[in-house]
């Protein structure tokens, strides 16, 4: 699958897993992700591949958890509450080192919350979000074709690092169309000899197992895996800028809301003022240093999210708190105007200079 289609967020990313190589897919339907379930259920067996709707959440992960035991691509997905419920079956996954891709396409909350867009999960998916010291690889498109081209990179990096990568996308992506292309999709094969799929030439059977009753052991354990996260931060750090440059005003945002930010930092061009653009795709981890670089020049900085403020607390760290850092958050599934932030804009703008 080559040429231009137009597709649903939801569609094209499961149809990137489906190029990526993942044949195993254990879900429950939760909105406004269930375009996704419904893709799964019908294109996996057209390529011989596993659809299971579990009975919950919960179910889900662990059937998740077992096929990457034994090898396999698997994927699975749903929606804020629904994310909730998995979180103590990603720590296990990430606590046995697993590689596995996990969809959370958010929807405004807390609570049972709306169907409508929001990204009040980003501390719940940057932070952990389960039980003790671990992460997961955490991505962020903002496009229909990025909702399948990070898609192939999830599955390459959970591999790569044998660590669970969550896809956070948000009910915008998820519903809106666009063209998408499938033709760049770079599958890396990684041999996985430490699956539980028999003996083989194997002297004793291996053993996945995240139960270590001694403390000397189970600190062990972390150690290897805070290990493994320096690499992460040292490699896999990806973002995007735009006209930072000469900028005195910097915004910072991802996902959807960074495609509005855009949209009001041309507006802002459009009338002389100097704004631009820094758009993490992953969030964890952070770009901080990459942040820190783009924002140099910077008098100040305005952080843009559907949510009350999480991301801005990665944003200040980057930074150092050696520039005010201002907030524009939408919540309850509300979308921002361009129009809305042109203005702030120019307010932050209009302040910075009487100083």
């Known amino acids: 699958m080559s040429e231009n289609l137009l597709m649903k967020g939801n569609e094209a990313l499961g149809e990137a897993a489906v190029a990526a190589g993942c044949r195993y897919y254990f879900g429950y339907p939760i909105t406004p992700q269930s375009e996704l379930i419904e893709y799964m259920a019908k294109r996996l067996p057209q390529v011989g591949g596993t659809f299971l709707q579990a009975e919950s959440e919960v179910a889900a992960i662990n059937m998740t958890y077992g096929a990457a035991s034994a090898g396999a691509r698997v994927m699975t997905s749903s929606s804020s509450p629904g994310i909730s419920l998995k979180q103590e079956g990603i720590s296990y996954i990430a606590a046995a080192q697993l590689p596995c891709v996990i969809v959370n396409v958010m929807r405004g909350g807390p609570g049972l919350g709306g169907i409508q867009p929001g990204q009040a999960d980003y501390f719940q998916a940057t932070k952990g979000g389960g039980h003790g010291d671990y992460h997961s690889i955490v991505v962020a498109p903002n496009s229909v074709q990025e909702m399948a081209d990070l898609t192939v990179l999830a599955f390459n ?43 083989g030439e194997r002297a ?152």
């Open 204 to 355: 004793t059977p291996n053993k996945i197992n995240t139960v270590v009753l001694n403390p000397e052991g189970l600190e062990q354990v972390n150690v290897n895996l805070q290990k493994k996260y320096a690499v992460l931060q040292e490699r896999e750090v990806r973002w995007e800028q735009s006209r930072t440059e000469d900028a005195e005003l910097v915004l910072v945002a991802y996902g959807i809301t960074s495609r509005i930010a855009y949209s009001a930092l041309e507006m802002a061009r459009a009338t002389g003022l100097k704004v631009g653009l820094f758009r993490p795709i992953t969030l964890w981890p952070f770009p901080k240093q990459a942040l820190a670089n783009a924002v140099s020049q910077a008098a100040a900085v305005l952080t843009l999210e559907l949510s009350a403020g999480q991301m801005v607390e990665d944003v200040n760290l980057a930074i150092k708190c050696t520039k005010p850092v201002y907030f524009h958050g939408r919540t309850g599934g509300m979308l921002p105007k361009p129009r809305d932030i042109y203005e702030q804009i120019v307010s932050i703008l209009a302040t910075r200079g009487d100083k």
């Open 157 to 199: 990096l959970a591999d790569q690092y044998r660590n669970p990568v969550m896809i956070l996308a948000d009910g915008a992506l998820g519903q809106m169309m666009e063209p998408v292309s499938f033709q760049n999709s770079s599958i890396i094969e990684v041999e996985k000899p430490w699956t539980i799929t028999g003996m």
